[in-house]
């Protein structure tokens, strides 16, 4: 029963950000602007750095991402996200589920997730496949209105180890090995 409730609330998310792709970068890109204008003091991307951006949405992170490295793969579960990011760039995106990642153990030096983990409904699996395909470090940012931001942090010391964390206005956003 319980796998079929996942479903459901996998499913109903993506319907709502399907619904609103059109809309997203109008609504959201001077949020995620200021969250990746944080996020850069955090960790260095070098111009040879491969790097996976979970939960990519309409790719307005992952443009400014792919000005620095070498390659980024984008993903989101999100189809019409997906569809809306392609028309604004030639970026390498794909639909794909975060809890199982199609890629290959340590495809990339590092991994991005902008306010994603706290969509996801089995965290320790998404968890397990962020650090199944990252050699390096992930930075990952989660809400701070989040009800359960406590069990979240605990997961992610259970897969990591936080190295930084800083509060931004909406979302803490953490750097982990």
């Given at each position: 029963?319980s796998?079929?409730?996942n479903?459901?609330?996998?499913?109903?998310?993506?319907?709502?950000?399907?619904?609103?792709?059109?809309?997203?970068?109008?609504?959201y890109?001077?949020?995620q602007?200021?969250?990746?204008?944080?996020?850069k003091?955090l960790?260095?991307?070098?111009?040879?750095?491969k790097?996976?951006d979970?939960?990519?949405?309409?790719?307005?992170?992952?443009?400014?991402?792919?000005?620095?490295?070498?390659s980024v793969k984008?993903?989101?579960s999100?189809?019409?996200?997906?569809?809306?990011?392609?028309?604004?760039?030639?970026?390498?995106?794909?639909?794909?589920?975060?809890?199982?990642l199609?890629?290959?153990?340590?495809?990339?030096?590092?991994?991005?997730?902008?306010?994603?983990?706290?969509?996801?409904?089995?965290?320790?699996?998404?968890?397990?496949e962020?650090?199944?395909?990252t050699?390096?470090?992930?930075?990952?940012?989660?809400?701070?209105?989040?009800?359960?931001?406590?069990k979240v942090?605990?997961?992610?010391?259970?897969?990591?180890?936080?190295?930084?964390?800083?509060?931004?206005?909406?979302?803490?956003?953490?750097?982990?090995?």
């Amino acid at each position: 029963m319980s796998n079929l409730l996942n479903l459901t609330e996998s499913l109903l998310f993506m319907k709502y950000y399907d619904a609103i792709a059109e809309g997203y970068n109008e609504l959201y890109s001077e949020e995620q602007l200021k969250k990746w204008n944080a996020a850069k003091r955090l960790i260095e991307f070098k111009p040879t750095d491969k790097v996976l951006d979970v939960g990519c949405g309409t790719g307005i992170i992952t443009v400014l991402l792919a000005e620095k490295v070498a390659s980024v793969k984008a993903i989101d579960s999100s189809k019409s996200m997906i569809e809306n990011a392609k028309r604004l760039n030639n970026i390498n995106y794909q639909v794909a589920d975060t809890t199982e990642l199609p890629f290959k153990d340590k495809s990339f030096d590092k991994t991005v997730s902008f306010t994603v983990l706290q969509d996801i409904k089995d965290q320790d699996a998404a968890l397990k496949e962020i650090k199944r395909v990252t050699k390096g470090e992930v930075l990952l940012t989660i809400l701070k209105r989040n009800k359960n931001l406590e069990k979240v942090k605990e997961k992610l010391s259970k897969y990591f180890v936080i190295k930084k964390t800083i509060e931004e206005e909406k979302d803490f956003i953490f750097l982990l090995s």
